[in-house]
């Protein structure tokens, strides 16, 4: 199990657990190097410890005096955990949950190694996967920058002015309401998955040193577009994202397993009477900036670790609230 991740959950739970009815104890014979008002440390939970807090790293490969401050450190979180036994903490307020949540992470993760043990990816899986997501990344990449103003009067003026000569990075940094100002209004290079559908759709449109002929909205404004390059999307190589499609393929077949699960189980569903919302009612969210991909976005066209990818850009700045 990754012991520098579930170390700390662990330890969470172990002084609780000590206080625990016995038949709900951890079954460990190892001999007990300390006790806590009776509760015994063990030697295979402090050997588990050590690894979670240096990596990987045996009691052996620590000092005599490094040894002594762990021991010393367990001691203390053991004793923690007890108070907070007493006082009730773990059964009210955020603890309670972080606990709950702590133990679902946990035990989610050790059965995820234990089922994904005995199924590693052949290598024809992984060369599915990697076509998979090849056909799914986007061929083409974009280089353009914009202006954002907030009526499309103003944007039309904007197009009449740069018909007229003038330059389009010094307009944007006069006019444009968007923090890409600075650049000229540079954008940088990016997918079209990225942006919102209006503004990829008016990109994709243009060939390269052209600019939008009408002004193209979106939930921020009003936008004049310039596409200044294009350039092929370069796959990376099977090898070079090999570890990438195990952990994907990986991922897939846990999710599987738990969709199995699910079927099986007899699943009640009350959120809606609880919370009041009307079924099927989407929670609502913020709108994404037109540098990143909206949220309805699948996220089908991510590419493979190691693909370009496009720069992140700046948010468009936000209504100011009265």
Same mark, same amino acid.
Request: hydrophobic content about 40%; overall charge positive; charged content about 25%.
């Given at each position: 199990?990754?012991h ?17 009815p016995?038949t ?8 007990? /190097? ?25 009691? %052996?490969d620590l000092?005599a005096?490094q ?9 203390? %979180? ?12 773990? +059964?009210?307020?955020?603890?309670a949950? @972080? ?6 992470? #946990?035990l989610?993760?050790?059965? =995820? ?7 590693? $990816? ?13 056909s799914?990344?986007?061929? *083409? ?16 003026? /904007?197009?009449?002015r ?14 444009? @309401?968007?923090?890409? +100002?600075n650049?000229?209004?540079?954008l940088?290079?990016f997918? $079209? ?7 990829a ?9 052209e600019? *939008? ?5 979106? =939930? ?26 195990? =952990?994907? #393929? =990986?991922?897939? +077949? ?51 670790a190691g ?8 948010? $468009? ?6």
């Open positions: 199990m990754n520098s991740r579930l170390a700390l959950l662990v330890l969470l739970l172990a002084g609780l657990a000590a206080c625990q016995k709900s104890a951890v079954t460990d014979n190892s001999p007990a /190097i300390a006790t806590v008002n009776g509760a015994p440390i063990s030697l295979n939970f402090y050997d588990f410890y050590i690894k979670g807090i240096t990596g990987g790293k045996a009691p %052996a000092t005096e040894r002594g401050l762990a021991l010393d450190n367990l001691i203390r %979180a053991q004793l923690v955990a007890e108070r907070a036994v007493k006082e009730g903490v773990d +059964k009210s307020g955020d603890a949950y @972080m606990l709950q949540l702590a133990r679902l992470n #946990v989610e993760q050790a059965v =995820q190694e234990r089922y994904l043990k005995d199924r590693q $990816p052949s290598d024809q899986e992984l060369r599915a996967e990697y076509e998979a997501q090849l799914a990344m986007p061929k *083409t990449e974009y280089h353009a920058r914009h202006i954002l103003v907030a009526t499309e009067p103003f944007a039309q003026k /904007i197009i009449d740069l018909d007229k000569g003038e330059k389009f990075d010094v307009l944007a940094k006069a006019e444009s @309401m968007d923090s890409s +100002k650049n000229g209004g540079d940088g290079w997918s $079209p998955q990225r942006m919102v559908p209006e503004f759709a008016a990109v994709e449109a243009l060939k390269p040193g600019y *939008t002929r009408k002004p193209v909205q979106t =939930q921020y404004g009003w936008h004049v577009i310039q596409l200044l390059e294009t350039r092929a999307v370069t796959p990376p190589p099977f090898d070079t994202v090999r570890q990438r499609l195990v =952990q994907v #393929v =990986q991922a897939k +077949k846990f999710r599987a397993y738990q969709d199995e699960l699910l079927r099986n189980a007899k699943v009640e569903k009350f959120l809606e009477k609880t919370t009041g919302a009307a079924p099927g009612a989407a929670p609502p969210r913020a709108p994404a900036a037109p540098g990143t991909p909206p949220a309805s976005a699948p996220p089908a066209g991510t590419p493979p693909a370009p990818t496009p720069a992140p850009q700046p948010p $468009p700045p936000s209504p100011k609230k009265d």
